[in-house]
């Protein structure tokens, strides 16, 4: 099984980024416990902006799918829209080991 790598990022609207950030941590703090979730990182792009960057690392395809249906991940959906400007922006995609030679991209 291939791991997922997913990478998302949230743009607060004005006035909403304490709450969007609460939201995020709240969520991350469950994500982590979750099975098959290896890494899950928050990181704050530009506090003044809100701007919040996410990355997961996952075991499986069906690792990620059963973190995206979580209650914790459902509810979370459920309240971004209120919070961030236009929609979560983000990809899921295999994971590379970068410890594997087919996929070191080289600088000529």
């Not at 950030?21 to 003044?48: F, H, M, P, Q």
């Amino acid at each position: 099984m291939d791991k997922k790598l997913v990478v998302a990022t949230f743009y607060a609207k004005p006035g909403s980024k304490e709450v969007l950030r609460e939201w995020i941590l709240k969520t991350a703090t469950a994500s982590r416990k979750e099975l098959g979730v290896e890494k899950y990182l928050i990181n704050v792009i530009d506090e003044t902006l809100g701007h919040f960057l996410l990355v997961g690392l996952y075991s499986s395809d069906d690792a990620f799918n059963d973190h995206v249906n979580s209650v914790h991940v459902q509810n979370f959906l459920s309240a971004v829209p209120d919070l961030v400007e236009d929609n979560i922006t983000y990809i899921a995609t295999p994971f590379v080991n970068s410890t594997d030679p087919k996929s070191i991209i080289e600088s000529t």
